[in-house]
């Protein structure tokens, strides 16, 4: 709760800033800002406590995924580094808009009552609208703005429905008491048609957010068109948040309810699989290639949502952790490399390894860690999951998830070879101090994951 | 809010139940049909109301206000959502002097 207060009188503070001349002060000072976020939020660890009438709930999994999405956006701010060099007016704007977007994340990490998820998904999407068009001039980010809000309001409508529903059926909004009701009501045939379809349609819409297929469609478009900045953001801060959500739901109101939506999100997880894995195989530019690579892992985390057992929370952390770091690190140097080489295709790290061997290595451990290679945080992050699920008896699924992680290295690695087996396609690049530093420390953290894994596997 | 007012239990819940649902499927074809940015939003608003009116008729129905609550947040943040639709559509009329969704094709596959 102390992280919501402080993130919006921050995000109020900071837009207060913005009015003054020079822009250099306002990044050291969001990253101030965030820092003390990130420390005041681990301070409540083991001390649970409930706000707005149980509404909120802020426990160890609130504060856990809190601080995977708070770190994932200070590992992001250094990367804005261009933004401040060309005294963006907006910049002020854009870093307030972030830091209101992680209530949004916040409350859909801590809630437990339907009313602060959908407050919660509203808070975080809203902003990401704005943010995702924040290019003005820039046709294809207008565009994704609008595809972004089109589709992203049609799911809220969704899930409104399904969330009402769901209401009509339980009477009650707390996901606790949801499940009472669901466990009774699952056997009595006059109710259950109400919550089996109020379940379908919060499912479609919590799938559109999270960009599970078939309701992925949206993602390629919106991510390619994003500015790069927005996109590292919007791939890990809102797939991380999604996910606690969706599992909290599924585990708390509906486990009792299982035969109804286990087919369904089963199938699901098989088509994200598939079409994230192949559709990124096909692609040219390396930016759409990241975007088809989340909805992939959306796929992987999905099977730990499946298995469903006392490992599952742990898993989806860990694998958030991973797969988080390794974007931020991997979309940081598209945006350094694609500011001033002016791509955004495989071609733009043509040579990099000769011009830039630091970002070239940052580059290639981060593509190993969400490929899954030995000693990166992406190989434990995918064998924790697998071993939750091999606990539910879904082996047919982990080899489907295997051979499509195989696929993955196909596309992950052509970077690779672009990299240190290419002609160089332009000058050195130009690297900031402190986002050296960031990328530096983002390897470290995808090494630490990978040989120290105990670490953080049983925190929950 | 103890007992159920006589005025709403004149007209059974399924009523209701069927007239939101039909609301919320206009909604949805038109977004699905229609090539106007702006049509298209007013249709998502049209899903939004249809979930205003059941909200309200279960909790008119249960005597439980908290379904009324929840229609004060799904307005503001309504409200919210159309400030920041607009402004997109505004944007996009800007450049392009078209509310056309079909013109929009820069990104594809």
């Known amino acids: ?460 | 809010m103890n007992e159920i007012p006589e005025v709403i239990r004149t007209i059974p819940l399924q009523y209701y139940l069927f007239f939101s649902s039909t609301l919320f499927v206009i909604g949805i074809i038109g977004v699905l049909t229609r090539r106007n940015a702006i049509i298209i939003f007013m249709c998502i608003e049209l899903m939004l109301n249809a979930v205003n009116l059941l909200l309200t008729a279960f909790s008119a129905y249960r005597s439980d206000a908290n379904g009324q609550v929840f229609v004060f947040f799904i307005m503001a943040v309504a409200a919210a959502e159309v400030c920041v639709g607009l402004a997109i559509i505004v944007m996009i009329y800007r450049n392009l002097r078209s509310t056309d969704i079909n013109i929009l094709s820069n990104l594809k596959w």
Request: charged share 10%.
């Open chain 1, 1 to 460: 709760m102390n992280s919501i207060i402080l993130l919006t009188s921050f995000g109020i503070l900071n837009l207060f800033i913005g009015f003054s001349k020079s822009k250099k002060i306002i990044m050291p000072l969001v990253l101030l800002f965030l820092a003390i976020v990130f420390v005041v939020n681990l301070i409540g660890w083991n001390d649970t406590q409930t706000y707005f009438e149980r509404m909120l709930t802020i426990d160890n999994f609130a504060i856990a995924f809190t601080g995977v999405v708070v770190l994932t956006t200070i590992l992001v701010l250094p990367f804005a580094q261009r933004y401040v060099d060309q005294q963006d007016e907006s910049l002020a704007e854009y870093f307030s808009l972030l830091l209101f977007s992680l209530v949004g994340a916040i409350m859909m990490v801590a809630y437990e009552n339907l009313l602060m998820l959908f407050v919660g998904i509203e808070i975080l999407s809203i902003s990401m609208y704005v943010l995702a068009g924040s290019d003005k001039k820039n046709l294809k980010s207008n565009e994704a703005g609008l595809k972004y809000f089109l589709m992203g309001s049609f799911a809220t409508g969704i899930l409104l429905f399904g969330i009402v529903l769901i209401y009509g059926a339980t009477g009650t909004f707390y996901i606790s008491e949801i499940s009472s009701a669901a466990t009774a009501q699952s056997n009595n045939e006059l109710t259950s048609p109400l919550l089996g379809m109020g379940l379908l349609f919060t499912l479609i819409g919590i799938s559109f957010k999270v960009s599970v297929a078939p309701f992925h469609f949206w993602t390629p478009d919106v991510y390619e068109g994003t500015p790069t900045f927005f996109m590292a953001f919007m791939s890990t801060v809102v797939k991380a948040a999604g996910f606690a959500g969706f599992y909290k739901l599924m585990s708390v109101s509906f486990a009792g309810a299982q035969d109804i939506w286990f087919p369904t999100l089963i199938a699901m997880t098989v088509v994200t699989l598939a079409i994230g894995n192949i559709g990124a195989v096909a692609q040219n530019s390396f930016k759409r290639m990241m975007a088809y690579s989340s909805i992939s892992h959306a796929g992987y985390l999905m099977i730990a949502l499946l298995s469903f057992n006392d490992r599952s929370e742990n898993a989806i952390l860990f694998y958030s952790l991973a797969y988080s770091v390794s974007t931020v690190a991997a979309l940081g140097i598209l945006k350094i490399v694609a500011d001033q080489r002016d791509d955004v295709s495989y071609n733009a790290f043509n040579g990099l390894g000769r011009t830039n061997p630091l970002l070239a290595a940052v580059m290639a451990i981060s593509m190993c860690s969400l490929g899954g290679i030995p000693l990166t945080g992406g190989f434990f992050g995918k064998l924790f999951i697998f071993s939750a699920a091999l606990e539910q008896d879904l082996l047919w699924l982990i080899i489907l998830a295997i051979l499509m992680a195989a696929v993955g290295f196909y596309y992950y690695f052509r970077v690779i070879i672009a990299m240190y087996m290419r002609e160089p396609s332009g000058e050195r690049v130009q690297v900031s101090a402190l986002a050296s530093f960031a990328l530096i420390f983002m390897t470290v953290l995808t090494f630490v994951l990978g040989i120290a894994p105990g670490l953080l596997s049983n925190i929950l």
